[in-house]
């Protein structure tokens, strides 16, 4: 079946642009996760969302990473006013609970290059 | 949530059996321990989940020893594709954290000829 997919999969702009990133889960999991990957990193908790539930921001580094998720499926990240730091892989993760399992199910990412 | 300390990287040869352990000494009682593999510009793909004892799947096995202090990863036979990144995660599924995991540096995995 379809797995998670992200749009676009590679993205260049200048510092100061505002970026949207697009994350399709797994028809019917009602969890979603954005991470992002420096290079050569671990991954890096962003936000999290759990079906009707206030998302979990915990992980936003700045006021400047917005996100949201529209009918419980499609999620969009926001960057406003992109860094060079900002660069990175922004990978999405979609899961459903199995019995005590919460298997997340990764996309391919997008990779941001901010110049 | 419990944090992990894993090698940032091993070394191996085909054909040989690897074990990766990970330090997890503050985990919580309702935590189970899942392992993440992780090849270059891919995200990292689930192996293996674990609570206590032994469990074995078609891809490895997992060691949890009673006091689940830590666990170790084992690749039998491992083979060049599995050269990778091995991340360990220890979360609650059920809790109000809802199955958000905290990924570490991971343990970079070389397999050679």
């Known amino acids: 079946g379809a797995g998670v997919s992200q749009s676009p999969s590679n993205k260049v702009t200048e510092k100061g642009k505002d970026v949207e990133l697009r994350c399709d889960p797994i028809s019917g999991h009602t969890a979603l996760y954005w991470y992002r990957q420096s290079l050569g990193q671990g991954l890096e908790f962003l936000i999290y969302?759990?079906?009707?539930?206030?998302?979990?921001k915990s992980g936003l580094p700045s006021d400047r990473f917005s996100a949201e998720r529209t009918g419980g499926s499609v999620s969009t990240l926001t960057i406003q006013r992109t860094q060079q730091e900002d660069s990175a892989v922004y990978l999405c993760?979609?899961?459903?609970?199995?019995?005590?399992?919460?298997?997340?199910?990764f996309g391919p990412g997008t990779r941001l290059t901010v110049t | 949530l419990a944090k992990t300390t894993q090698p940032i990287s091993m070394d191996s040869y085909e054909g040989q059996e690897v074990n990766i352990t990970c330090s997890h000494n503050n985990i919580a009682t309702n935590d189970y321990i899942t392992w993440y593999q992780q090849f270059p510009s891919q995200g990292p793909r689930f192996i293996i989940q674990g609570y206590k004892t032994k469990v074995t799947n078609e891809v490895a096995s997992l060691f949890i020893p009673a006091d689940r202090k830590s666990s170790t990863l084992s690749l039998p036979r491992v083979s060049l594709s599995d050269t990778a990144v091995y991340y360990c995660?220890?979360?609650?599924?059920?809790?109000?954290?809802?199955?958000?995991?905290?990924f570490g540096q991971g343990t970079e995995l070389s397999v050679k000829p």
């Open positions: 993760a979609s899961s459903i609970l199995r019995g005590l399992s919460y298997e997340q199910y």
């Open positions: 995660l220890v979360g609650d599924p059920l809790g109000n954290q809802g199955g958000k995991l905290i």
């Open positions: 969302f759990q079906g009707n539930s206030a998302p979990d």
